[in-house]
């Protein structure tokens, strides 16, 4: 009998699926639901008498040791295909207390059939359906319910919640609102209403409401972070620095929230507050991912903020050195060689970095041709030529190495071993600049014969 049952609901439920309502394990919860075990003669099923006889024995067993299974074993034992529907919920209620999920789901299913007005078995269905995740298919037998009667906030509640999880988010919000009407004070619901007005970007009202939440229980972290990703939508990034900050004073951040954090400082000019913040979420995550605050690195030094960029990339030094893979060594020499240039440090110094990179990795082009470029500047011309060389050997960087390695030849009066460098570099990536200039290195090449 439970096979064809289950089958009666097949896929309308995934059971077993996780569930984040606080109101499963709500005693208030527990006593409502406890309470649709009782039966109301004048809108629902009728019982017979011998049924009304089989349902008063219920409780008893119920009460007693391993009561869900014996209450279940005695229903089932005397049911019917044709008894009341009250027996299917009532079999549905317990498969439900007992977390088999796909049975509840099935002797609500048939109650329903039995008798399409039963309210509480809509309500039930649905309640199941969101429990067990499947949460479009809980917004009909809610919104059914709701029809046929139901006013309560848990009813409102749960479909606002199913609505928010199939991303209709103004329906969420609409049902949301009425639940909060009956149940003022379940934080579900208003929990509910932030992420509804999020996706609505009604930002303002949901920092708001999350202000509401913060003053009823201020040692919660979700409610800070909610209320600081309002205040990122609302463009007020200050007083979301302030709500990260209150997180990581109270051991509750993260390293997203707190390069998050680092970001805010950093666009508002704090660069040495940024940098303290990007060390902060290393602390809290030295297992992770260092692209992530080697991303950071850089964008400190494309603020010029050299000195902080530098104390970040010696912490991630530190923090994942052994761990550090070719190409996170390379951003890391790279991100030091343009600090270095910026800063005006010494040729050699910068040298040796570049010099690290290609030992690395000798195919990167980029790299050798910084390093033509920097032994071109130093009057090293052979040099130069030869990592521009190297660099022409690579598709990527053909075109590029060419054209610098024919400047370089230029500018050392080399007109003729210069043209068909530039003459290829045009070849393969035309621009009129280069065109003018390959006319003048001609016109020069024949002045000089």
């Given at each position: 009998?439970?096979?064809a049952l289950a089958?009666a609901?097949?896929g309308?439920v995934r059971?077993?699926e996780?569930?984040?309502?606080a109101?499963w394990?709500?005693?208030e919860?527990?006593r409502q639901f406890?309470g649709?075990?009782g039966?109301?003669?004048?809108i629902e099923?009728r019982?017979t008498v011998?049924e009304?006889?089989?349902?008063e024995?219920?409780?008893a067993?119920?009460?007693?040791?391993?009561?869900?299974?014996k209450?279940?074993?005695f229903l089932?034992?005397?049911?019917?295909p044709?008894s009341?529907a009250?027996?299917?919920f009532?079999?549905g209620?317990?498969?439900?207390?007992?977390?088999?999920?796909e049975t509840?789901?099935?002797w609500y299913?048939?109650a329903i059939?039995?008798?399409?007005s039963f309210?509480?078995?809509?309500?039930n269905l649905g309640l199941?359906?969101v429990r067990a995740?499947?949460?479009?298919?809980?917004?009909?037998?809610?919104?059914r319910?709701?029809e046929l009667?139901?006013?309560?906030?848990l009813t409102?509640?749960l479909l606002?919640?199913a609505?928010?999880?199939?991303?209709?988010?103004?329906?969420a919000?609409?049902?949301?609102?009425?639940?909060?009407?009956?149940?003022p004070?379940t934080v579900?619901?208003k929990?509910?209403?932030?992420?509804a007005?999020f996706?609505e970007r009604k930002?303002?009202?949901?920092?708001?409401?999350c202000g509401?939440?913060?003053?009823?229980?201020?040692s919660?972290?979700?409610?800070w972070?909610?209320?600081a990703?309002?205040?990122?939508?609302?463009?007020?990034?200050?007083?979301?620095?302030?709500n990260f900050?209150?997180?990581?004073f109270?051991?509750?951040?993260?390293?997203?929230s707190?390069?998050t954090?680092?970001?805010?400082?950093v666009n508002e000019?704090l660069?040495?507050?940024?940098?303290?913040?990007?060390?902060?979420a290393i602390?809290?995550?030295?297992?992770?991912?260092?692209?992530r605050?080697l991303r950071?690195?850089?964008?400190?030094?494309?603020?010029s903020a050299?000195?902080d960029?530098?104390r970040?990339?010696?912490?991630?030094?530190?923090?994942f050195?052994p761990?550090?893979g070719?190409e996170?060594k390379k951003r890391?020499?790279k991100?030091?060689?343009?600090?270095?240039a910026?800063?005006g440090?010494?040729?050699e110094e910068?040298?040796?970095?570049?010099q690290?990179?290609v030992?690395?990795?000798?195919l990167?082009?980029?790299?050798?041709?910084l390093?033509g470029?920097?032994e071109?500047a130093?009057?090293?011309?052979e040099?130069?030529?030869?990592?521009?060389?190297?660099?022409e050997?690579?598709?990527?960087?053909e075109a590029?190495a060419?054209?610098?390695?024919g400047?370089?030849?230029v500018?050392?009066?080399r007109y003729?071993?210069?043209?068909?460098?530039?003459?290829?570099?045009?070849?393969?990536?035309?621009r009129?600049d280069?065109?003018r200039y390959?006319?003048?290195v001609?016109?020069a090449?024949?002045?000089?014969n």
């Amino acid at each position: 009998m439970l096979a064809a049952l289950a089958l009666a609901a097949a896929g309308t439920v995934r059971a077993g699926e996780a569930e984040s309502l606080a109101l499963w394990s709500d005693p208030e919860f527990e006593r409502q639901f406890l309470g649709t075990y009782g039966v109301n003669a004048e809108i629902e099923p009728r019982v017979t008498v011998v049924e009304k006889d089989l349902m008063e024995k219920v409780p008893a067993l119920m009460r007693a040791e391993g009561g869900l299974e014996k209450a279940s074993a005695f229903l089932e034992k005397n049911w019917k295909p044709a008894s009341s529907a009250i027996l299917d919920f009532t079999l549905g209620n317990i498969g439900f207390q007992q977390n088999d999920l796909e049975t509840a789901a099935a002797w609500y299913t048939w109650a329903i059939q039995k008798f399409p007005s039963f309210q509480r078995a809509h309500k039930n269905l649905g309640l199941v359906q969101v429990r067990a995740g499947a949460y479009d298919k809980a917004v009909t037998p809610l919104t059914r319910a709701i029809e046929l009667g139901a006013t309560d906030g848990l009813t409102f509640g749960l479909l606002g919640y199913a609505y928010l999880m199939t991303e209709r988010f103004s329906q969420a919000e609409s049902a949301y609102r009425q639940a909060m009407m009956l149940q003022p004070d379940t934080v579900d619901w208003k929990l509910g209403l932030v992420r509804a007005l999020f996706k609505e970007r009604k930002h303002e009202e949901a920092a708001t409401l999350c202000g509401d939440l913060i003053r009823g229980d201020p040692s919660r972290p979700d409610y800070w972070l909610l209320q600081a990703n309002a205040f990122l939508g609302m463009k007020q990034t200050l007083k979301a620095a302030e709500n990260f900050e209150y997180l990581d004073f109270m051991g509750a951040a993260n390293a997203q929230s707190l390069n998050t954090l680092g970001d805010i400082y950093v666009n508002e000019g704090l660069t040495e507050l940024g940098a303290d913040a990007y060390i902060r979420a290393i602390a809290k995550d030295p297992e992770g991912d260092p692209k992530r605050f080697l991303r950071d690195g850089e964008v400190l030094a494309a603020r010029s903020a050299h000195a902080d960029a530098s104390r970040l990339i010696a912490r991630i030094k530190e923090a994942f050195g052994p761990r550090l893979g070719t190409e996170e060594k390379k951003r890391i020499l790279k991100l030091e060689a343009r600090m270095a240039a910026a800063r005006g440090v010494a040729a050699e110094e910068q040298m040796k970095l570049l010099q690290e990179i290609v030992a690395l990795d000798p195919l990167d082009g980029e790299t050798l041709i910084l390093l033509g470029q920097r032994e071109a500047a130093g009057g090293n011309v052979e040099k130069a030529c030869f990592y521009y060389e190297r660099a022409e050997g690579l598709d990527k960087y053909e075109a590029e190495a060419r054209l610098r390695h024919g400047q370089c030849l230029v500018r050392n009066s080399r007109y003729e071993e210069a043209l068909p460098l530039l003459k290829r570099a045009q070849e393969l990536r035309p621009r009129d600049d280069v065109a003018r200039y390959v006319e003048q290195v001609e016109r020069a090449a024949r002045a000089r014969n």
